[in-house]
């Protein structure tokens, strides 16, 4: 069912509502005179909504209000996708704390757009409720500052996690978000979390700091985050879990095939070692246009006088590293690093890269590199990087002699030209 401002509601208001009752998919478009969908357009709740989508209904400011309404006995019990775009005076999903009961608990596709004055999509009291959302977008919110919030909760008392069932989470264009979760980060399971996007969420800093959040990520597959110019780190140190009394490598990450990081100024590496080793199916690694990254792989959890170890990554096949005006190589640690079935290579606008890696690098597949123009390979990987940089360091001391030349030669015809003025 379609409703919008240029319908002859008010006449026909009666079997309207009515039929409201019975909708299974409703859209509201340019829908004036209505402040909270579920109080203003009908009583007695939406039994058998399915699918909402809110657009353009600037006087919507809740979904539902049970703050200054009494609360239907149900409502949105069986709605299980919902739009809300382009609704400028749209607050809060739910206002107040008190539900109705099953409200929301089927809702699995939640997607909000263009709402410039909501802070928060959920709440712990409408949080509580989702526990079948599976894929949640946030787009163009200029006044939100997390998506869901967590606060309050105690983690001893908290029997289940929440977000168990997000599959798919896209946020962009959130230039005030400073967290996407915000509070105890340990009552948060994305154990069914395959895809996550953001882009130009330039409050965020950190990611997946916590360890406990980290080892959920059995299923993750894709990461993208593009323009967060002031994250400083995506992915935390992993502590290594044990068994019989011997650390094992963590199952968090073992699925992720695909890490897409661009235009992230204050990044300055991607992950740890023991994350690194975690990358079994990783096939595809690009880093391009972050200013601050020094290395890919950090050696900072290493203590000192460590012997060399050894790092895998047996998917990798594709690897673009790009306008890292930071990047000095792969990893400063002494680790033999393999990458069986690496093919595709590209090391480009990277002018302070000395050497790929301090320890050895096996490269079964590669037998070239793609550089901004055209390729390079010597036989091996480390020696490839080595003669780049080099022939880097001797063109841009050309270059300097070739400037500093035409510098005084410059100087010379100024100071010719004086003279020939005063003498006329």
Not at 2 to 15: A, E, Q, Y
Not at 163 to 186: Q, V
Not at 370 to 390: A, M, S
């Amino acid at each position: 069912m379609i409703l919008s401002h240029d319908m002859r509601f008010s006449p026909l208001l009666g079997w309207v509502k009515d039929l409201l009752k019975r909708s299974e998919f409703l859209f509201l478009h340019e829908f004036i005179g209505v402040q909270d969908i579920d109080g203003d357009l009908i009583s007695g709740g939406f039994t058998e909504l399915k699918c909402l989508t809110l657009q353009s209904c600037d006087n919507v400011k809740y979904l539902l209000n049970t703050l200054e309404r009494a609360a239907p006995h149900e409502t949105f019990h069986n709605l299980e996708e919902l739009t809300i775009y382009s609704n400028h005076s749209f607050v809060e999903i739910c206002h107040g704390q008190v539900l109705p009961a099953g409200s929301f608990n089927k809702l699995k596709r939640l997607d909000v757009k263009w709402c410039q004055n909501i802070l928060n999509i959920a709440p712990i009291h409408l949080l509580r409720r989702l526990k079948n959302l599976e894929y949640c977008s946030v787009f163009f919110c200029a006044s939100l500052l997390h998506v869901f919030d967590l606060q309050g909760l105690d983690i001893v008392n908290q029997e289940t996690k929440f977000l168990a069932s997000l599959k798919e989470i896209e946020l962009i264009a959130l230039p005030e978000m400073t967290h996407i979760w915000k509070g105890d980060s340990r009552l948060i399971s994305l154990c069914s979390l395959k895809k996550l996007c953001l882009w130009a969420c330039d409050n965020l800093t950190k990611l997946f700091s916590h360890n406990s959040l980290l080892q959920s990520l059995a299923t993750l597959e894709e990461v993208t985050i593009i323009s967060c110019i002031n994250l400083e780190e995506i992915f935390g140190k992993m502590e290594m879990m044990r068994k019989n009394s011997q650390p094992t490598t963590s199952q968090g990450l073992q699925n992720l095939t695909t890490i897409n990081i661009q235009s992230c100024s204050k990044l300055v590496n991607l992950f740890t070692a023991s994350i690194a080793e975690s990358l079994v199916l990783l096939k595809t690694l690009r880093v391009i246009s972050c200013a601050a990254v020094q290395e890919i792989v950090t050696d900072r959890e290493r203590s000192k006088g460590a012997s060399a170890e050894r790092i895998e990554f047996p998917s990798l096949f594709e690897m673009e590293l790009r306008n890292l005006d930071s990047l000095t190589c792969f990893c400063s640690g002494q680790y033999l690093i393999e990458f069986p079935a690496l093919e595709m290579l590209t090391i480009a606008e990277c002018p302070k890269i000395k050497t790929f890696g301090y320890g050895d690098q096996v490269t079964a597949k590669l037998n070239r590199v793609e550089l901004q123009e055209g390729n390079r390979w010597t036989g091996n990987l480390n020696d490839t990087v080595k003669q780049l940089f080099h022939e880097q360091e001797r063109i841009q001391k050309q270059e300097g002699m070739r400037t500093g030349r035409l510098t005084e030669s410059s100087a010379a015809e100024i100071e010719n030209s004086l003279m020939r003025l005063l003498q006329h």
